[in-house]
């Protein structure tokens, strides 16, 4: 069975903090994502990675990077965070190439003060 | 890109009765439908997903249809049970795009 582990459940930080949300899957899948999850507007695409050191911007990159150094492992990064930045983080993971069935981790709830 | 919209936002149900819950979307070169159920505190599953060579597929109480004509497609829950309570995610995507898109989610209460 598919796992996807997220390093943290609850965070809390302070404006202007830098934030590193940690991801890790054990299924050898090549795409991992970040998706940010709010009241009434789904799931929304930070970033994606398609390989190692590869990545793409989704619909909402502004205020934050990622990282993939190795295959099983996908950071988001938010450089300075920010109030507006308080919500659920999900990470996922999918086979090669598209149209493929996503298998996400238990998410991490962020609040930043 | 590519735009979901989903309706109703929130749906109550007696049990035992059905749930139909609608989406549309916007790329006519979209070809993969999946929908995922997340229920509270919970990731969201994978509960079923089409393609778009098929116009309907079910899995014992679900099912979901497609019509790429109109570019919407449904999720159909038939004898609904308090288990189904829930957030529903539609999705879709194409095989050049390896990211998905969502909708805004379907709360789903049953009520016993």
């Known amino acids: 069975d598919v796992k996807v582990t997220q390093s943290s459940r609850y965070l809390v930080k302070r404006t202007g903090e830098k934030v590193f949300l940690e991801c890790v899957q054990d299924m050898d899948h090549e795409n991992m994502f970040w998706y940010r999850q709010d009241p009434g507007l789904g799931l929304r695409l930070i970033y994606f990675?398609?390989?190692?050191?590869?990545?793409e911007k989704g619909d909402i990159p502004e205020g934050y990077s990622v990282s993939r150094e190795k295959k099983e492992r996908f950071s988001l990064i938010l450089e300075s965070a920010s109030t507006n930045q308080t919500s659920m983080y999900l990470c996922?993971?999918?086979?090669?190439?598209?149209?493929?069935?996503?298998?996400f981790g238990d998410g991490t709830r962020l609040s930043i003060l | 890109g590519e735009n979901v919209e989903q309706h109703p936002s929130t749906l109550s149900v007696q049990e035992g009765d059905s749930a139909v819950i609608k989406c549309t979307y916007s790329d006519s070169a979209s070809n993969y439908f999946p929908w995922y159920k997340q229920e509270l505190g919970k990731r969201p599953q994978l509960i079923i997903d089409i393609r778009s060579n098929v116009g309907e597929k079910k899995d014992q109480r679900i099912a979901v249809t497609l019509n790429k004509t109109a570019k919407h497609f449904s999720l159909h829950i038939t004898e609904t049970q308090p288990e189904d309570s829930a957030v529903y995610f539609c999705?879709?995507?194409?095989?050049?795009?390896?990211?998905?898109?969502f909708g805004s989610g379907t709360r789903l209460q049953v009520q016993p």
């Open positions: 990675s398609y390989d190692v050191k590869m990545k």
């Open positions: 996922a993971s999918s086979n090669r190439g598209g149209n493929q069935p996503q298998h």
């Open positions: 999705a879709a995507s194409h095989t050049g795009r390896r990211a998905l898109t």
